[in-house]
């Protein structure tokens, strides 16, 4: 099996085990400030569009991105994390379907989109999948489609450590869930440079907001 496989499969595993309680990291008490900054602004971006929201895990964006939206898509290609999201409650337009992330495996074959968002999944692509990864996605949206992803920043007072890079850049936290069982999860953390150069020629207008503890970056499609 390759590395890249390994690591998609365990990251796979470590998520739905961990469903039941995922959504105590956005409990931890130095990031709602953030938080409420960040859920506010997300639900004035996606008025009057049709949605895909890659790996959107419990749930905890999807509420916020759908408020206004026309149509709001949420996949996973996890059932245990979906369930959690599925059980909030959401604006009706939003609709659930297992969906690979990678490939967009799932997706009716003519589905297009005028919206993309992902939260908290771009730190997880490894660092050579993630230019194909954009350019599947990408593939999915019409002409002036608009695309928000957010993810963490690394603060060394909240942030789980990081325990190794290996030889292609990706950086690894070490982590325990509640029944004892460790696993390494691949966690990066770009910086603006290093996000804007993977976005592609259709990219236009990116823009990048710092929080504490996430970033937001946002851009439009020609």
Not at 178 to 207: C, I, W, Y
């Given at each position: 099996?390759?590395?890249?496989?390994?690591?998609?499969?365990?990251?796979?595993?470590?998520?739905?085990?961990?469903?039941?309680?995922?959504?105590?990291?956005?409990?931890?008490?130095?990031?709602?400030?953030?938080?409420?900054?960040?859920?506010?602004?997300?639900?004035?971006?996606?008025?009057?569009?049709?949605?895909?929201?890659?790996?959107?895990?419990?749930?905890?964006?999807?509420?916020?991105?759908?408020?206004?939206?026309?149509?709001?898509?949420?996949?996973?290609?996890?059932?245990?994390?979906?369930?959690?999201?599925?059980?909030?409650?959401?604006?009706?337009?939003?609709?659930?379907?297992?969906?690979?992330?990678?490939?967009?495996?799932?997706?009716?074959?003519?589905?297009?989109?005028d919206g993309a968002f992902a939260?908290?999944?771009?730190?997880?692509?490894?660092?050579?999948?993630?230019?194909?990864?954009?350019?599947?996605?990408?593939?999915?949206?019409?002409?002036?489609?608009?695309?928000?992803f957010l993810d963490n920043s690394?603060?060394?007072?909240?942030?789980?450590?990081?325990?190794?890079?290996?030889?292609?850049?990706?950086?690894?936290?070490?982590?325990?869930?509640?029944?004892?069982?460790?696993?390494?999860?691949?966690?990066?953390?770009?910086?603006?440079?290093?996000?804007?150069?993977?976005?592609?020629?259709?990219?236009?207008?990116?823009?990048?907001?710092?929080?504490?503890?996430?970033?937001?970056?946002?851009?439009?499609?020609?």
């Amino acid at each position: 099996m390759e590395p890249q496989t390994q690591v998609v499969d365990g990251m796979r595993e470590y998520y739905a085990r961990r469903a039941a309680y995922y959504e105590r990291v956005y409990h931890k008490p130095e990031r709602q400030t953030d938080l409420r900054a960040m859920e506010s602004w997300l639900a004035g971006q996606f008025r009057g569009r049709s949605v895909l929201e890659v790996a959107c895990g419990t749930g905890w964006w999807t509420p916020h991105g759908a408020l206004g939206a026309a149509a709001w898509l949420a996949t996973d290609i996890n059932a245990g994390t979906m369930a959690v999201a599925r059980a909030k409650s959401l604006p009706a337009c939003v609709r659930f379907a297992e969906v690979d992330a990678y490939t967009l495996a799932g997706l009716p074959p003519a589905a297009t989109f005028d919206g993309a968002f992902a939260g908290c999944w771009w730190s997880h692509v490894p660092l050579a999948r993630l230019s194909k990864w954009l350019a599947t996605l990408h593939a999915r949206l019409v002409p002036g489609a608009r695309v928000v992803f957010l993810d963490n920043s690394f603060v060394q007072t909240s942030s789980t450590p990081l325990t190794r890079r290996d030889a292609e850049g990706n950086t690894y936290q070490q982590r325990t869930l509640d029944d004892g069982s460790t696993h390494e999860v691949l966690k990066n953390f770009p910086t603006p440079e290093q996000a804007m150069s993977r976005l592609g020629p259709r990219a236009v207008q990116p823009r990048w907001v710092a929080h504490t503890h996430y970033w937001i970056l946002a851009y439009e499609l020609t």
